[in-house]
C-alpha cells in the first residue's frame, strides 16, 4: 500500500511562509509526477502545483505563480511546497497526490491515483 503524509501545515499570518512536505512511504511504486492541490470551505478542490519526478519540470496555479514553489528530493522520496507573501485566501487544506502515468495535465485531480489525508493551512491578518 501506498502512503502520502503531509506535514508542515499550521497558523500563519498574511505576508508569512510555511513549507509543507508529502513523504511517500509504502510498497514501492513509479511515479510519474506529484502535485499539490488545496481545498477551502465550501469550494471545489483546485490545483496548486505539480512536478515531474525525472525532469523536475514544475507547474503551478497562476495564483500562486511567483509566490510558491514546489521541489523534491529524490533520495528522500518527498516533494515539498514553500509558501511565501500567503494571503488570506490561501487557507485550505493542501493534498499531496502522486500520478503513476504521463499526464498531458497534471493540474487535473484525475490524473493522480494516490492521494494524502491532507494538512491544514490557515492565514490569518
Known amino acids: 500500500q501506498v502512503q502520502l503524509v503531509e506535514s508542515g501545515g499550521g497558523l500563519v499570518q498574511t505576508g508569512g511562509s510555511l513549507r509543507l512536505s508529502c513523504a511517500a512511504s509504502g510498497r514501492p511504486f513509479s511515479r510519474n509526477a506529484m502535485g499539490w492541490f488545496r481545498q477551502a470551505p465550501g469550494k471545489e478542490r483546485e490545483f496548486v502545483a505539480a512536478?515531474?519526478?525525472?525532469?523536475?519540470?514544475?507547474y503551478s496555479a497562476g495564483s500562486v505563480k511567483g509566490r510558491f514553489t514546489i521541489s523534491r528530493d529524490n533520495a528522500k522520496n518527498t516533494v515539498y511546497l514553500q509558501m511565501n507573501s500567503l494571503k488570506l485566501e490561501d487557507t485550505a487544506v493542501y493534498y499531496c497526490a502522486a500520478a503513476r502515468y504521463y499526464s498531458s495535465d497534471y493540474s487535473r485531480a484525475d490524473a493522480y491515483h494516490y492521494w494524502g489525508q491532507g494538512t491544514q493551512v490557515t492565514v490569518s491578518s
Open positions: 512536478i515531474v519526478w525525472s525532469d523536475g519540470n514544475t
